[in-house]
């Protein structure tokens, strides 16, 4: 159930009726288990405070009555349904708020609730090319720096404006002592403040619902040390190198420059993607195929997973098109590939027969790969919605398969004690699932490194 402020339900069909009054704020929180038997719900607290928000909005915008200001669960979160409603709520709202604490950040489904939001402002980045800030943080109990997740830590976010009372002693220290209402009034004003002027000014565009279901978490793997490092490398031409009838409008001065979704994307896709990826907890390397000498050696154990991302107008060049049929003869399992391809560029319409050929021809082992989301990545990502969202999942396959192939180090002493530890980053721990135009369908998988040595 969906509370409003004044304690009402809202459902999907209300809130498309409502289209022009989207939620300022999506409260973001752990759900704090009771104590003992009949003990008091934790979660008053929290739900207090999203009324009082909820209050300073309504005051401070032209919201009409009715229209919700913020959206809370408070409910556990399952149940049929429950999945959708926080993906429709998730791919309208205005800002997200996330309520920092050490539970907080060991919830796996907080974690998925700060990614699908942090994908859809990534994504909105991509198409204006301008910051799209939509996260406003708030301590419900303050978290030593060194224990944020890499997606937290980035955050720039001036917290002392709030009152050094609640830098010490959060939202939770301030409404639960009297002494303290002053400051816990003020916390919460300039909290409603800054919602308001960052959901006016970030104007971050509603976006096609996440499967929340499937949805990565932004804090990583639990127990992991900190970010996990990955590789992200670009084939593709730079518009001094391009062949004919190519136009320089999707290229610039080098293969990073590359933005297939142009027009309706402003922004190169390999910083999209190395937005994408740090939002996983992932520490990016990004490197270009023609220029870099550090590409992984397939004869070595891997040290980090790979992304190989693919124009198949590169192909067209045929020193680099030999160059990509040996790497992808060699047995590397833990690079993925993602070819993206503009269903709105003509010019690649004209050529898609040809140059589908051509990539076949060159990359049969990463184009027979047997799971659904890099089988269809690798024959053409339409968008760069479809883009942000089969990403995640083609990192993650890359991710198991390094851990597959990568140096084992067995504990000291001599006897196996214990599972033997993998040097290099975990996968994160979500279910692989199609997101592919309706014509395709994946082959049914039977090597379990899906791909052919």
């Given at each position: 159930m969906w509370h409003t402020q004044d304690g009402g339900r809202v459902t999907a069909s209300s809130l498309a009726r409502a289209a022009d009054h989207r939620p300022y704020f999506f409260l973001s929180y752990a759900h704090t288990p009771r104590y003992g038997p009949g003990g008091q719900d934790p979660d008053m607290w929290v739900e207090r405070l999203f009324r009082d928000l909820c209050g300073h909005?309504?005051?401070?915008?032209?919201?009409?009555?009715?229209?919700?200001?913020?959206?809370?669960?408070?409910?556990?979160r399952s149940?049929?349904?429950?999945?959708?409603?926080?993906?429709?709520?998730?791919?309208?709202?205005?800002?997200?708020?996330?309520?920092?604490?050490?539970?907080?950040?060991?919830?796996?489904?907080?974690?998925?609730?700060?990614?699908?939001?942090?994908?859809?402002?990534?994504?909105?980045?991509?198409?204006?090319?301008?910051?799209a800030e939509a996260i406003v943080p708030a301590l419900w109990v303050p978290v030593p720096p060194e224990q944020l997740p890499g997606p937290a830590e980035r955050l720039q976010f001036n917290h002392r404006a709030f009152g050094d009372r609640y830098v010490t002693d959060g939202l939770y220290g301030l409404i639960k002592l009297r002494v303290f209402a002053e400051e816990y009034e003020r916390a919460v004003y300039e909290l409603a403040k800054r919602i308001v002027s960052v959901a006016d000014s970030a104007a971050v565009a509603p976006s096609r619902p996440l499967d929340y279901r499937h949805a990565p978490s932004a804090f990583g793997v639990k127990g992991s040390s900190g970010p996990r490092p990955i590789q992200v490398t670009i084939a593709a031409p730079t518009r001094h190198d391009l062949p004919p009838g190519r136009s320089p409008d999707y290229y610039g001065d080098t293969p990073h420059d590359w933005n297939p979704y142009y027009?309706?994307?402003?922004?190169?896709?390999?910083?999209?993607?190395?937005?994408?990826?740090?939002?996983?907890?992932?520490?990016?390397?990004?490197?270009?195929?023609?220029?870099?000498?550090?590409?992984?050696?397939?004869?070595?154990?891997?040290?980090?997973p790979e992304i190989l991302i693919v124009d198949r107008w590169a192909l067209k060049d045929e020193a680099r098109r030999q160059r990509l049929a040996a790497f992808d003869s060699e047995h590397r399992p833990w690079v993925s590939v993602i070819v993206p391809w503009n269903r709105t560029d003509r010019e690649s319409l004209a050529e898609e027969d040809a140059?589908?050929?051509?990539?076949?021809?060159?990359?049969?082992?990463?184009?027979?790969?047997?799971?659904?989301?890099?089988?269809?990545?690798?024959?053409?990502?339409?968008?760069?919605?479809?883009?942000?969202?089969?990403?995640p999942q083609v990192v993650e396959t890359a991710a198991q398969q390094y851990l597959r192939h990568a140096t084992v180090y067995p504990p000291a002493g001599g006897r196996h004690?214990?599972?033997?530890?993998?040097?290099?980053?975990?996968?994160?721990?979500?279910?692989?699932?199609?997101?592919?135009?309706?014509?395709?369908?994946?082959?049914?998988?039977?090597?379990?490194?899906?791909?052919?040595?």
């Open positions: 909005v309504m005051a401070m915008t032209d919201l009409p009555a009715g229209a919700p200001a913020g959206f809370m669960d408070r409910e556990i149940g049929e349904g429950w999945s959708e409603r926080l993906g429709e709520v998730l791919a309208t709202c205005r800002v997200f708020v996330p309520l920092f604490s050490p539970r907080y950040f060991a919830s796996e489904m907080c974690g998925k609730e700060w990614f699908a939001f942090e994908q859809r402002t990534i994504t909105h980045q991509a198409k204006h090319n301008r910051p027009p309706d994307a402003a922004r190169p896709l390999a910083y999209v993607a190395e937005d994408l990826i740090r939002s996983l907890n992932y520490q990016v390397r990004l490197s270009s195929f023609d220029l870099d000498t550090g590409i992984l050696d397939a004869k070595q154990p891997p040290t980090r140059l589908t050929d051509i990539f076949a021809r060159t990359m049969p082992v990463k184009m027979g790969q047997a799971r659904a989301a890099v089988w269809a990545a690798a024959r053409g990502v339409p968008s760069m919605e479809v883009f942000s969202q089969l990403l004690t214990e599972r033997p530890r993998l040097r290099g980053p975990m996968p994160n721990d979500y279910a692989i699932t199609q997101y592919a135009p309706d014509t395709l369908s994946a082959p049914d998988a039977e090597d379990p490194d899906d791909s052919q040595p």
